[in-house]
């Protein structure tokens, strides 16, 4: 409609900056911020404002990792001027860092579920926060903050870009999370530091938030974290038990031969991750590369299936429009 459409036109011009940064400079995602009735304009510039000013808080080389400006390059062809701003989080250096970080391949971004989002896995068993290192919990935080952000861009940069709003979702499998290991202050430190950056960074990114089988310690820091969630986050947080967890999972893929080993079902193909050839770190651009492929095969199957697809009667098109 005329209205809808000048509200649209109001939107990339009132949020967007100058050389935004890539991860925040997409229409849809734009757009998506002003999805809900209990939103306006001055609500939806906040947000970007905090997430602009949340990316340039950090410190370090802003060059974008020249791998990186070659993949980006290459899939929209993007003008010069577009890679201009500083870009810390995607620096050689950051990209890195977050490789040997995260390199025990307990945090990773592996395919899409049913909506064609990004999934990030996390295997907090697989963690141990006892004796970090000075620096250990920034350099922790700071790598989740890198890797989000490649996950975002694999939603800006595919096929379906000007469609996409960003959406991403994440499924941690808590099975062997110990306490022990988790250290309460250090644990709380890390979560809290994480859940503060995806918050001011990515408002309106997680979708779903899937853990399972949770266990004490999901329910503690959960509990924890409750006061600074805001509401319609926390309520997108889903702990799941060990006897409803596979279903569960199969239902976020929509495919119960896409459930991975670790959640009873068959996928084998998380235990090979990429990594770089000489370090063994894991390989955050490579990733990237492997999340747009399966966005535009996601796109592309879909797009056959809305095209074949015969359309809905007029009174069905009508009720479902009024119900948007």
């Known amino acids: 409609t005329r209205r809808s459409s000048r509200r649209d036109s109001q939107v990339t011009t009132t949020l967007g900056v100058e050389n935004p940064h890539l991860a925040l400079n997409v229409r849809a995602y734009e757009r998506a911020l002003l999805a809900r009735r209990d939103r306006d304009l001055a609500w939806a510039q906040e947000k970007f404002r905090l997430a602009t000013e949340w990316r340039d808080s950090?410190?370090?080389?802003?060059?974008?990792?020249?791998?990186?400006?070659?993949?980006?390059?290459?899939?929209?062809?993007?003008?010069?001027?577009?890679?201009?701003?500083?870009?810390?989080?995607?620096?050689?250096?950051?990209?890195?860092n977050a490789g040997k970080v995260l390199r025990g391949g307990f945090l990773y971004w592996k395919g899409l579920d049913k909506e064609g989002r990004p999934v990030i896995w996390n295997h907090s068993g697989g963690f141990d926060f006892r004796n970090l290192p000075a620096g250990g919990e920034d350099d922790f935080v700071r790598a989740v903050a890198t890797l989000i952000e490649v996950g975002v861009l694999a939603t800006a940069f595919g096929d379906d870009a000007e469609d996409d709003e960003g959406r991403l979702a994440y499924v941690e499998c808590a099975r062997g999370l110990s306490a022990a290991n988790y250290p309460l202050g250090p644990a709380w430190r890390i979560l809290k530091g994480v859940i503060t950056g995806f918050i001011r960074g990515y408002p309106e990114r997680g979708a779903v938030f899937l853990i399972a089988p949770t266990t004490f310690v999901n329910h503690l820091l959960f509990a924890l974290a409750t006061p600074i969630l805001p509401k319609s986050l926390a309520q997108r947080v889903n702990l799941v038990d060990e006897d409803k967890?596979?279903?569960?999972?199969?239902?976020?893929?929509?495919?119960?031969?896409?459930?991975?080993?670790?959640?009873?079902?068959?996928?084998?193909?998380?235990?090979?991750?990429?990594?770089?050839?000489?370090?063994?770190?894991?390989?955050?651009?490579?990733?990237?590369?492997?999340?747009?492929?399966?966005?535009?095969?996601?796109?592309?199957?879909?797009?056959?299936?809305?095209?074949?697809?015969?359309?809905?009667?007029?009174?069905?098109?009508s009720a479902h429009l009024s119900n948007c």
């Open 58 to 96: 950090f410190d370090g080389d802003g060059a974008v990792a020249p791998e990186l400006v070659e993949l980006l390059r290459k899939r929209k062809k993007k003008r010069p001027q577009r890679l201009v701003r500083r870009e810390p989080l995607l620096s050689a250096e950051s990209l890195r």
């Open 245 to 317: 967890a596979r279903d569960q999972v199969a239902k976020l893929l929509g495919d119960h031969d896409r459930v991975p080993v670790f959640f009873g079902g068959t996928d084998t193909s998380h235990a090979t991750l990429p990594r770089d050839l000489t370090t063994g770190d894991l390989d955050l651009v490579a990733m990237l590369r492997d999340l747009i492929k399966a966005k535009n095969h996601f796109h592309r199957h879909n797009k056959r299936e809305l095209k074949h697809r015969a359309p809905p009667p007029p009174s069905s098109l």
